[in-house]
């Protein structure tokens, strides 16, 4: 995570809000922010090291490196060209994966199959993002919800009974424009008229984007495990986007699961997009929540629509 902390009360004196209306609405406390002259690819590479330190694995030793970014350092090159850079990564191929909020899982379902095709491969696989960047920080209805942060794993091939069981992969393109950045792209000049539209910053149709996202999660999450062969019994973690509180409480209640099987840390984060479930994921294993052996359900939404699930054993 970047250093710097925005909390709900540093909002507070920024725009009209109050700790109580993000709190109940959303569940977040606090986000963290990058200071001037912090990148993307300097949190991808962060996490990257922490993640290949905890796997014991060269970044020499890395063939592939993937990145799920919505906001990479610039269109050309990747981020994931920065990293492997900056790693020193060099026999590495890299490219990023834009699937908004999916990007890790998406990210995570194509190093799955790398290494099922070839076992002797080392993956990187990275979620990075920098929110604030593209966050229109005048309009409240967005700016409390986005923020900074990047995780990473090492994905390779397992001997034992560890590992992913099942990927789903899907999208919506019919309804792109409810969560947009539709500026800096090719199809629009970067020009005065698209700057006065606050194109470059994320546009969001919160109650249509709501709704979308709790009927693709929680039809993934039945989708994923039943490829897993799971019931709800089996299930020892959720790992959920990090994007709402109230989206989280939802799942919740309609897989019929109790409160200590669902991961939260949106209090602390915000929503981090592809960021999210790395974040989560390496939390809830470093603080206990995961244990060997556990099967975790990870699920995620975003623009495009994109949504994704992944079960592991781990
Ligand atoms: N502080 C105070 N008041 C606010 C704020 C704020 N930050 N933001 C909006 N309001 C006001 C609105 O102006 C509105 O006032 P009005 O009734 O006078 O017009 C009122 O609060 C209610 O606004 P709504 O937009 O109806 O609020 P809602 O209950 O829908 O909550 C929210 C908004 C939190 C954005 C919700 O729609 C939501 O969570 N949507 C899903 C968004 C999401 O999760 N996106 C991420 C998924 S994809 C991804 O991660 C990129």
């Known amino acids: 995570m970047p250093e710097k902390v925005l909390t709900n009360r540093d909002l507070e ?26 990148n993307n690819s300097d949190l991808a590479v962060g996490a990257s090291r922490a993640a290949l330190e905890m796997a014991g694995v060269e970044a020499s030793e890395i063939d592939l490196i993937i990145v799920g970014t919505l906001t990479p350092d610039m269109p050309m090159p990747s981020v994931a060209c920065l990293v492997q850079r900056e790693l020193g990564a060099g026999k590495a191929g890299a490219f990023d994966v834009s699937a908004t909020c999916s990007g890790f899982l998406y990210s995570l379902s194509i190093a799955d199959k790398f290494v099922r095709d070839n076992p002797s491969m080392k993956i990187l696989v990275i979620g990075s993002e920098v929110l604030s ?13 986005f923020a900074d942060g990047a995780g990473a794993a090492v994905v390779t091939a397992s001997d034992g009974d ?40 994320i546009e969001m149709k919160g109650k249509d984007v709501f709704k979308h996202a709790v009927r693709a999660l929680e039809s993934v999450a039945h989708e994923s495990m039943e490829k897993a062969g799971w019931n709800n019994d089996d299930l020892d973690l959720l790992i959920a986007h990090q994007a709402n509180i109230r989206i989280l ?66």
Request: charged share 25%; net charge neutral.
């Open 249 to 314: 409480d939802f799942l919740r209640e309609r897989l019929n699961l109790p409160k200590e099987k669902v991961f939260i840390n949106i209090d602390k984060y915000g929503n981090t997009s592809a960021a999210s479930i790395p974040i989560a994921l390496d939390e809830a294993w470093r603080s206990g929540r995961l244990k060997k052996g556990d099967n975790v359900l990870m699920i995620s939404f975003g623009g495009g629509f994109t949504w994704a699930g992944v079960t592991m054993r781990w």
């Open 162 to 201: 560890s590992g992913i069981l099942s990927t789903c992969l899907h999208a919506d393109g019919s309804v792109w424009d409810l969560l947009t950045i539709k500026g800096l792209g090719t199809a629009h000049p970067i020009d005065q008229e698209l700057l006065s539209k606050g194109w470059q910053y």
């Open 133 to 145: 960047r593209r966050t229109n920080w005048e309009d409240r209805t967005t700016c409390v919800l």
């Open 13 to 38: 004196s920024m725009i009209d809000t109050s700790d109580e209306w993000i709190t109940t609405r959303t569940g977040i406390r606090q986000r963290h922010i990058v200071s001037v002259g912090e």
